[in-house]
């Protein structure tokens, strides 16, 4: 069983930065960052494989940053030059086996941190 355990979300002016944490425990081979904005579907933000190569969705790159601290099993997000439309509930997710931008890869999820970029 793996529990993850997200932390660092809140509101911030536009242009801004802020960075995400998810604590993870257990083996995993894949880890991402999703958001879930008021009604619009969950997207997919950023992963990383176990042998730290990264990839992130268009709307995000050169923007925010993936990468763990093997040592510590925690996930990060940085997160920089925040858009009003980064506003979202964002999620940790974990996968044992495969790696991709689909939601249904991911074994496991964190229970959402929430980011507001004000204009």
């Known amino acids: 069983q793996v529990h993850l355990v997200e932390s660092g979300g809140g509101s911030v002016q536009a242009g801004g930065s802020l960075r995400l944490s998810c604590a993870a425990s257990g083996y995993i081979y894949c880890m991402g960052w999703f958001r879930q904005a008021p009604g619009k579907e969950r997207e997919w933000v950023a992963s990383?494989?176990?042998?730290?190569?990264?990839s992130y969705a268009d709307s995000v790159k050169g923007r925010f940053t993936i990468s763990k601290d093997n040592a510590k099993n925690t996930l990060y997000l940085q997160m920089s030059s925040l858009k009003p439309e980064d506003t979202a509930m964002y999620y940790c997710a974990a996968s044992w086996l495969k790696c991709g931008i689909l939601a249904e890869i991911y074994n496991y999820w964190g229970q959402g941190t929430q980011v507001t970029v004000s204009s």
């Open positions: 990383i494989i176990s042998d730290s190569s990264t």
